[in-house]
């Protein structure tokens, strides 16, 4: 085991170019970085056997837990868990100040942005955002103009990508403020890292994850009206059938609220209530995790099942609240994206602590032409899409995909902006039995209500093929546990 | 307070459970009492076949067969697999109101069960595959009754386990001594069989010794006070839970489910058990099957799918 793992540290110190990726747990001249130390001499003394075992153990647990998605086939059906790897992702305590600080200022100038954008629209007319990427984006929703929101929090929930560039820095990839999930995935595999690595977790000094749900019920709790005093929480899935049926469940369960559909909701002189057993409950706060089209029939999209008829006019009554608020995608759309840093010293006049990755707008016709003739070395995204759908990597393309793809953008370039490819920093991973460093992300979540709570962990997603640079879970990624230390760890004791 | 839905699929939870427990007994006394060809395995196959179906001829096969359709027949017909299948995927609608404990329990004999190995570890030794799946049940029930609130959502879910129980022996008694069905069992290794089938062998044993006789048999599976499965039992039980689940619903004066419960009970707390008639202890049994008809379209409709009229806020 320690030859593996000394080759892996030997490979990533080896091969450093311009380019090379960020490797969280050996410096560039191989030494192990000290917040890792712990862990790597623990999993050195482990034999290969004790390790596969403990990779056993943690299947098993999702297994259980139930914590599995459905692959539908011709004559049956059958459940397999989320990948998930055994070796935390540990960030040390002065990296996770800078995180959590850009995390927070970020989330507050977006929902300034967004009470701003639904009433005065200041920012428009200041010229700092183009009048017509936010009004023309699909995301934009009418509806909300004007309509108070507590504490103007939008986005109650949100769960920000970031990634580590090669010079170590992080920075933001992608805000998403609709109905973000994975945090059910941080809190699992947290519980999972404390079975399967119970010495090393209690003397790293990794902070504490679990009051999350709390944090939440909180949060939620904050955004009803004063004169609810105890205000009926519920969380709204869309069924059994979403992919993150798991999440809501685990969510609801963890709160100890009702987990609801919309077909349990009815509104009557618009109030919000829920079908109980012994008659309706009035229901105060919706933590909804259906998307806004599908949320109300009658204001929304009218083929949508999963909603509540009247929903929208209850909360436009102030009788009921939506948490995320609708229209919250509007500030994270792939365009708007592009001008967080100046939305941030917009509203706090602060620079942006957590930089954003250089982005070219295709409705620049000089950033159009840059991008059309930069193909192979950019990402190019769809403004409106989401889930890697509409999206051309550049250098992974074929000179045809290429092409085609060229003439879609020249077509509707509004629709598109260009990214550099980035390469994700890498972490150690157990592959078929061997320490082995893959490229992943960061998901931290950030809850916002009479104030902005964030939880110290993330999700970290893992792309396992090698090589890869793509960490969705549709698209061969995994999952693995976050570690954030606690002031004055380094995480170097003897495990 | 409990959302309709929730209580709907906790009801149905108990249902299911209970009815692959039941099954896993029918298959595991079939294979066992028909490796003898003789009168009695006859009888104990037709009995099997008539608890089960309406005379369907899915089950018109040898006793393994019939067997294996009762264990694992696809998820569209009933069976111990069917069965299990749908008490999860209720499970899974309602996961945040049953505790981890025993959402584990009742997982993990899915797994099992719908397991690339379930259908060779079935063949090569069926009692044992179906004797784990019973313990396993009563882990599932032991963990529910260890770790869940004995609230409302525990008055569903028993709700569920005892209507399906009345059913199921019932069912069972129809098929042994019911005169429409002609040919009521005789042979004493059959009346053993039936005692197994509704897990009544011991308990009986010691009531009754071993004097084993149609007549108290009946006795015991209708009026025993304290066996689990008997009718008596299992009605008392139905209208504790139901005026237990029922308690905070305003009807505004109309008659709720728990009168027809209460009425059930008493048909057998205070009925002359010693001195029934064949005939009329038949009648009683088809009154039951009635009864619990009733009782589970009155459940749906008073607690899960009511008018909203009659409930609107004032």
Known sequence: ?495 | MMLARVADSLYWIGRYVERAEHMCRLADVLLNSTLDRTESSGQVARMVVSAISDGDPRFEVSPWDAAVAITMDSEEGDSVTAALARARENARQVRDQLTTETWERLNLIYLRVTGPAAPREFSDAPSQFLHDIIADLHLFKGAADATMSHGEGWGFLQLGVFIERAQLTGRLLQAGFGRSLGRPVTEHAAMTALLRMSCALEPYLRKHTADIQPRLIRQFLMFDEDFPRSLRFTTARIEEHLSGVGRNVDLGGAAGPERLAGRLKARFQYAEAETLTAEDSDLLVATVLEECARLHAGIYENFVAYSLEMRLPA
């Open chain 1, 1 to 495: 085991m320690r030859y593996a793992l000394a080759d892996a540290m030997q490979g990533a110190g080896a091969t450093v170019h311009a380019e090379a990726p960020y490797d969280e747990m050996v410096d560039p001249s191989g030494e192990v970085r000290p917040h890792y130390a712990a862990l790597a001499r623990r999993v050195a003394s482990l034999s290969d056997e004790d390790l596969a075992e403990r990779q056993r153990l943690l299947e098993r647990f999702f297994l259980l837990q139930g914590i599995t998605f459905t692959v539908y086939g011709a004559e049956s059906s059958t459940e397999r868990i989320i990948p998930t790897d055994l070796l935390p992702r540990i960030i040390p305590a002065e990296e996770w100040a800078t995180i959590e600080a850009g995390l927070v200022q970020r989330l507050r100038a977006l929902n300034m942005f967004l009470a701003d954008v639904y009433s005065d629209q200041k920012i428009l007319m200041d010229g700092v955002v183009p009048r017509e990427l936010v009004l023309g984006a699909p995301s934009y929703r009418r509806e909300m103009q004007d309509l108070f929101v507590p504490h103007q929090a939008y986005a109650n929930v949100c769960g920000s990508d970031l990634i580590r560039k090669p010079d170590g820095g992080f920075a933001v990839l992608e805000d998403n403020l609709r109905v973000p999930s994975g945090v059910s995935y941080m809190l699992a595999n947290r519980e999972a890292a404390k079975r399967t690595f119970p010495g090393s977790f209690r003397l790293a000094g990794v902070r504490r994850i679990e009051q999350y749900p709390d944090l939440l019920l909180s949060t939620l709790r904050s955004m009803a009206a004063d004169w609810r005093p105890n205000p009926q929480v519920v969380v709204l899935t869309p069924g059994v059938y979403n992919s993150a049926y798991f999440e809501h469940a685990y969510l609801a369960r963890l709160m100890g609220v009702p987990l609801v559909e919309g077909r349990d909701l009815v509104t009557h002189d618009n109030m919000v209530y829920m079908r109980t057993t012994t008659g309706l409950r009035r229901v105060d706060v919706i933590y909804r995790r259906v998307d806004d089209d599908f949320i109300d029939p009658l204001t929304f999209r009218r083929d949508s099942s999963l909603g509540v008829a009247g929903l929208f006019n209850a909360y436009r009554g102030g009788n009921v609240v939506i948490c995320n608020a609708p229209g919250t995608g509007v500030a994270d759309d792939k365009a708007v994206y592009a001008y967080v840093p100046e939305i941030i010293s917009y509203y706090l006049g602060e620079d942006a602590i957590l930089p954003n990755i250089e982005t070219y707008l295709c409705r620049e016709p000089s950033q159009l032409s840059h991008v059309l003739a930069n193909l192979d070395k950019l990402v190019v995204k769809a403004v409106g899409a989401s889930g890697g759908y509409g999206m051309l990597v550049g250098p992974h393309a074929s000179r045809a995909e290429r092409e085609s793809f060229a003439e879609a953008l020249s077509a509707n370039p509004d629709n598109y902006i260009a990214q550099p490819t980035i390469q994700l920093s890498t972490a150690p991973c157990l592959i078929d039995g061997a320490v082995d460093p893959r490229h992943v992300d960061l998901r931290p979540f950030i809850l916002s209500g009479d104030k902005i709570r964030v939880t110290p962990g993330a999700l970290t997603r893992v792309a396992l093929r090698k090589g890869s640079l793509v960490v969705n879970s549709s698209q061969g990624g995994g999952s693995k546990d976050t570690w954030v230390l606690g002031a004055g760890e380094q995480g170097d004791h003897a495990p």
